[in-house]
T-cell receptor
Framework: EAQVTQNPRYLITVTGKKLTVTCSQN?????MSWYRQDPGLGLRQIYY???????DKGDVPEGYKVSRKEKRNFPLILESPSPNQTSLYFC????????????FGPGTRLTVL | GQQLNQSPQSMFIQEGEDVSMNCTSS?????WLWYKQDPGEGPVLLIA?????ELTSNGRLTAQFGITRKDSFLNISASIPSDVGIYFC?????????????FGTGTRLQVTL
């Protein structure tokens, strides 16, 4: 089954404790992206990747890192999480461009205390 | 970053009514997309628009790419209960942002029987 998986689905952590949210897709997609969703703000793009070893900043990259060592995986790293990073995070992938049909993961709800 | 203003923020309508929502930007976009998010899920692509003036339908949904390339409209005809959800517009390809996707703040649709 074609899908985008994210782990964990829910996470409660404390300020400053490094964490990684994993994202994996099994569709051989080139384009992958991370978004955060906050009430009243919609979805905002954090980082995106056009292909392996090619990543670029979205609209809200501060406090986040990503890597794309393999085509299928696109982890989101929070080196020193802060409470303002409490949010719902979505990973997505598409064939080659963001305007191709993007398939979204189920979301990761992160709470930083 | 660029901003997309989406209106209305929320709508309460009766089953069978038609719905209209729109999205405006201060910048030009090359592609407009409309997504729907069901509760607890990631967004799903409904319609993609690739050139100014384009009018595209997908079942009861019709979307248009504004002539100025700064706006887009989505209409839903004869709404049904499963239309409930949050509708997002998204623009791609604004100035200096060839592969970024900017989402609107969303329109929450509630349908009463």
């Amino acid at each position: 089954e074609a899908q985008v998986t994210q782990n964990p689905r829910y996470l409660i952590t404390v300020t400053g404790k490094k964490l990684t949210v994993t994202c994996s897709q099994n569709m051989n997609h080139e384009y992958m992206s991370w978004y955060r969703q906050d009430p009243g703000l919609g979805l905002r793009q954090i980082y995106y990747s056009m292909n392996v070893e090619v990543t670029d900043k979205g609209d809200v990259p501060e406090g986040y890192k990503v890597s794309r060592k393999e085509k299928r995986n696109f982890p989101l790293i929070l080196e020193s999480p802060s409470p303002n990073q409490t949010s719902l995070y979505f990973c997505a992938s598409s064939l080659a461009r963001p305007t191709d049909t993007q398939y979204f993961g189920p979301g990761t709800r992160l709470t930083v205390l | 970053g660029q901003q997309l203003n989406q209106s209305p923020q929320s709508m309460f309508i009766q089953e069978g009514e038609d719905v209209s929502m729109n999205c405006t930007s201060s910048s030009i976009f090359n592609t407009w997309l409309w997504y729907k998010q069901d509760p607890g899920e990631g967004p799903v692509l409904l319609i993609a628009l690739y050139k100014a003036g384009e009018l595209t339908s997908n079942g009861r949904l019709t979307a248009q790419f504004g002539i100025t390339r700064k706006d887009s409209f989505l209409n839903i005809s004869a709404s049904i209960p499963s239309d409930v959800g949050i509708y997002f517009c998204a623009g791609e390809g604004g100035t200096g942002t060839a592969s970024k996707l900017t989402f609107g703040t969303g329109t929450r649709l509630q349908v009463t029987l």
